[in-house]
C-alpha cells in the first residue's frame, strides 16, 4: 500500500508535519512518501495567471503524488480559522487540473494546534469539503494542546488517548 503524507503547512518548524510523520508510522506494511509543501510552493492562484502560465509543472507534480498514491494522510493548520494559503494556494491550482483532486483516494484528516482547540474549524471545513473532491474521508482526528500532548524528541504522541484513537483512525485506511 502506498501511503501520501503531508502537512497543509509551509512551516518549516510544522508541528502538524511532526503529527503527519508520527500518523504514517502506523500504517503497519505502507510504503511511505511525505510530501513537504514548501517543493510545491506556487505564484499565487488568479484566472489570470492561469491564462499566463497554464498548469505549472509543480502542480502537476503534486496531482502525480496523489495519483500514484492508495491512501492519504493530511494534517491542517490552521490560519485565522481556515486553511494555511499555502495549502489552499496549491489545491486550486490542483483542482484546475483535474476538480477530482483526491482522485477517489481513502483520506485520513487530522490537525493540531498549540491551543486547546485543536485546529477543529479547518478540519470541519476540510473533512465536509473532501467528498466534493473525490476525497473518501474514512476518519478524522483533531490532536488540541500539540505542546502538552505530543513527545517532541520522541515524535509521537504521549496521550495515550490521542494514540488510541489516531491508531484507529489510521487503520481505517486499510
Known sequence: MKLLAFAASSSKTSINKQLVIYASTLL??????????????????SVNKE???GHPELAQAFMTKIAASDVIIISFAEHNGSYSAAYKNLFDW???INPKVFQDKPLV??????????????LAT???SAPH???YVKASLSVPSFYENFDI??????NQNLNLQLIDAVNSLK
Open 109 to 122: 484528516l487530522l490537525s493540531t494546534s498549540p491551543g486547546p482547540r485543536g485546529a477543529t474549524s479547518v
Open 51 to 53: 491564462k499566463e502560465l
Open 126 to 128: 476540510a473533512v465536509n
Open 133 to 135: 473532491f473525490k476525497g
Open 28 to 45: 503497519d506494511g505502507a510504503q511511505v512518501e511525505i510530501l513537504d509543501l514548501n517543493d510545491y510552493e506556487l505564484p499565487l492562484y
Open 94 to 96: 490542483c483542482s484546475r
Open 153 to 158: 524528541e520522541l515524535g509521537v504522541l504521549k
